[in-house]
């Protein structure tokens, strides 16, 4: 078994090819189904933003399951592709891929340092893998510290001061490009989140003709009624609206391009001594780069906004020491349990017999004496369970911490245990369900050979 994380980034893929492998929301549990179909992935998740796509998943081979991971990159909703993906991808391994989602969870990995959105980006994913049934106890566990390391990172330091998103970067990018914003048309295409946060944004720096235009009429009504300023505009009227505007920010789900050359060389012909600015922060992209050579037409994607924008992150930038102790930490608990796994098997059986000799102890001595009363039976039952977790608390504890430091003398331990026990026939697998020990794990021949300092 081996924790591992495929991807592409802003780091490594330029938007024309993050757009490629782009997976809206409403593909999104196909796709992980699809994902733990292959014989070598036995658990997986996905987060897709503007910045990123990235795999992770629990391989039971890894050079197979790495190789199956990328079939999916390349083959799955996509005609060929036309170019080699492989110089764009990265792969880690164990602590890396751990450590990695801990650092995109915090911010630290973003575009701008400690974008707001982007915690909110890794908790649907795990929603979204939750929903699809693709998520194990590995992965589960992992998503769940990255989320509790992103609170803390956005509580506890300064990481998420002086609110900035890609949204927000944006419109400081349209400033300095058009001056103050005030008397300014700007045009809003797509009204989701990214465009609520624009919108709100530019309320607050004072613009006051702001047109919101999305498929949806009803959906950009509601938020221009929640902005209090601005108007809404249907999606078919976008050639109209783009005649008067000023500037045009972009952020819309669609899987092709919304305005294209020649939608804007028509526009352009009936305001031919006007500029036009249009910022694309949507992945797919929505406006064609083609449009760019258009006379009075200027276009920005979302990596030229990264690239180019100048946001003040000084004070973010003194947190990252600050964030990378609370990623030591949330990772060093994720590496303790994930090497205990090993012997989860055991513990869970010898608590499964230990409560089985409990039980049907108690039982056989209320049926001793009928006369006991409802408090005294509450009080041998109560008795009884305390009798059993003191007695099994120091081995129990023992095994989990030496299989955190020890892995090979913790499962000689542990096998010590089910021989003193006679524990062979109660190993049985827990449930497998959230949070619950791993129930594939078993001792003896069929001993998992996950280790976390790489993988087998």
Known sequence: MALACLGLSHHTAPAEVRERHAFPPSRMAEALVALCD????????MLSTCGRLEIYA????????ILQLKQFLSGFGHASLGYDIEPYLYTLFAEEAGEHLLRVATGLDSMLIGEAEILGQVKNAY??????RSLGTALHRLFREAINAGRAARSQTAIGDNSVSVATAAIAMAKEHVGTLRGKTIVLVGAGKMGEVAARRLKLEGADDVIVVNRSYDRARDLVRRLGVGRAA????????????????TSTGAPHFMLTPEQLEGTMAQRPERPLFLIDIAVPRD??????????????DIDQLAATVDVTLERRRQAIPLVEEIIAEHLMRYRQ????????????SLSRKAETIRKGEVERIFARCPGLNERDQMLIT?????????????AITRIREKAAHDRAEALFHARLVG????????????PAEAGAEPPSLQLGDGESSSVWNGYS
Not at 58 to 65: A, I, M, Q, R, T
């Open 38 to 45: 292959y014989e070598a992935v036995g658990e997986a998740a």
């Open 58 to 65: 629990e391989l039971e081979d890894p050079e197979l399951g």
């Open 127 to 132: 929603l979204q893998a939750q929903r699809a």
């Open 234 to 249: 249907a999606l078919g009227a976008i050639h109209d609206v783009l005649a008067g505007a000023d500037v045009v920010i």
């Open 287 to 300: 406006v064609d780069p083609e449009a760019g050579r258009i006379p009075g037409v200027r276009v920005a």
């Open 337 to 348: 349990w994930y090497d205990s796994r090993a012997v989860f098997p055991i513990i869970a």
């Open 382 to 394: 109560g008795m009884s369970l305390t009798i059993v977790s003191k007695l099994l608390h120091s």
């Open 419 to 430: 021989e003193m026990f006679g524990l062979d026939e109660q190993s049985a697998p827990l």
